[in-house]
């Protein structure tokens, strides 16, 4: 009742607006009109920000708050600067620890493109089982996460806590066991590059289509790219997932959209706004899902396809059932998950994950 969306941290933030503008009025002195005035401003400003977080679902308690304001991450984490010869030393340390043959291994570590020569920090999520001798010889599969706009890859474990979520779904026998990879789909939270090549730019797409999985599957015990590896996102991150996809079939094998869009948008911010095509309409076309699955030769095998979003948002509402109903004609079984009351925001998210994930983990 207390936390960041609770009913009575609203209640006070009003009756302390309300006590500092009664004493506004009231004070005959000018001092105390002007202290009562900075007085206002505080819960004025809170009042604000705790609307933000109610619509978006940032943070659902305060330590929720806590750990993204102070970047606490969690025990089970290890920050590797690279995948290189100390990934291996911390893996067989890791082996021998009950807490990862128990909840899993997080590494944080800078994930290399030399394809695209971008290099950016990432999130590899390990399970429980990648640790626990009856998997020893097993190569997982991999579910490759994109964050939305403005976002970072740590949005994925501070606010939809992805790993507990994974791990109770694999110990419930609900979803298998996957390798989570979180890249920075961006660069940092003033750009957003919607996962594509830019023109005369930087080379988004190549970078986490090609690079990073050649990293992960170079370096780790998982599954080369193709038919045993995923994509999925939220927002931005949904449109990264559905259209990297579609021009990359033979990366991935599924792909999930959550309340994403199906055509780019206009322009990218790197952070100066610019048109990501240069003004070149076939390409953009091509990196428009709408209208790549519309024409007479979409890619052949299509990966399988999972879409959510939430009805309270008509604009995501009216490009999902699109996007939805041209899957459809080569995927009649294609799940589309409706959130009943659905916002564009992390509420809605949380509820969705799981669900994606039983279903995302029975495909690779």
């Known amino acids: 009742m207390f ?3 609770g009913f009575v941290l609203f209640a006070l933030l009003v009756l302390l607006f309300a006590g500092a503008l009664f004493w506004l009025v009231r004070a005959r002195h000018t001092a ?5 005035g900075v007085l206002a401003f505080p819960p004025a400003m809170m009042f604000g920000v705790a609307l933000v977080n109610n619509f978006y679902g940032y943070y659902e308690s305060w330590d929720d708050a806590w750990r993204e304001l102070t970047n606490q991450a969690p025990a089970s984490v290890a920050r590797v600067p690279d995948l290189g010869g100390r990934l291996d030393r911390v893996l067989r340390e890791a082996v021998h620890k009950r807490q990862a043959r128990k909840n899993g291994f997080a590494l944080e570590t800078t994930l290399p493109g030399p394809q695209s020569r971008i290099s950016r920090q990432g999130v590899v999520y390990l399970p429980p089982q990648y640790f626990q001798q009856p998997y020893a010889d097993r190569r997982f599969p991999v579910i490759e996460l994109i964050h939305g706009s403005p976002g970072t890859p740590s949005d994925y474990e501070g606010r939809l806590k992805i790993s507990g979520m994974l791990r109770k779904l694999i110990s419930t026998h609900k979803a298998k066991p996957v390798v989570l990879v979180i890249p920075d789909a961006n660069g940092g939270l003033d750009r957003s590059t919607q996962c594509l090549n830019t023109v005369h730019g930087e080379q988004d797409e190549t970078y986490l289509a090609l690079d990073v999985p050649d990293d992960i599957s170079g370096r780790l015990r998982v599954e080369r790219p193709g ?3 995923g994509i999925a996102g939220f927002s931005e991150g949904g449109f990264c997932a559905a259209n990297l996809a ?3 079939p033979d990366r991935y094998g599924a792909a999930a959209s959550l309340s994403g ?3 780019p948008l206009r322009t990218n911010h790197l952070p ?3 048109d990501p095509f240069a003004g070149d309409r076939t390409l953009r076309a091509a990196n428009s899902p709408l209208k790549v699955l519309a024409s007479a030769l979409p890619p052949s095998p299509l990966p399988h396809f999972w879409v959510m979003s939430g009805n309270a948002v008509q604009s995501d509402m009216v490009q999902a059932q699109a996007f939805v109903d041209l899957v459809k004609q080569y995927e009649p079984g294609a799940p589309f998950l409706v959130i009943k009351g659905g916002q564009h925001n992390y509420v809605a998210w949380r509820e969705a994950f799981p ?5 995302a983990t029975s495909q690779v």
Do not use: D, N, S
């Not at 105390?32 to 009562?36: H, Y």
């Not at 669900?355 to 279903?359: A, C, I, N, S, V």
């Open 32 to 36: 105390f009109k002007v202290v009562a």
């Open 261 to 263: 869009y199906f055509e």
């Open 3 to 5: 936390g960041p969306q």
């Open 272 to 274: 100066r706004v610019i």
């Open 246 to 248: 579609l021009r990359h």
């Open 227 to 229: 038919a045993a590896w």
């Open 355 to 359: 669900k994606m994930f039983e279903w």
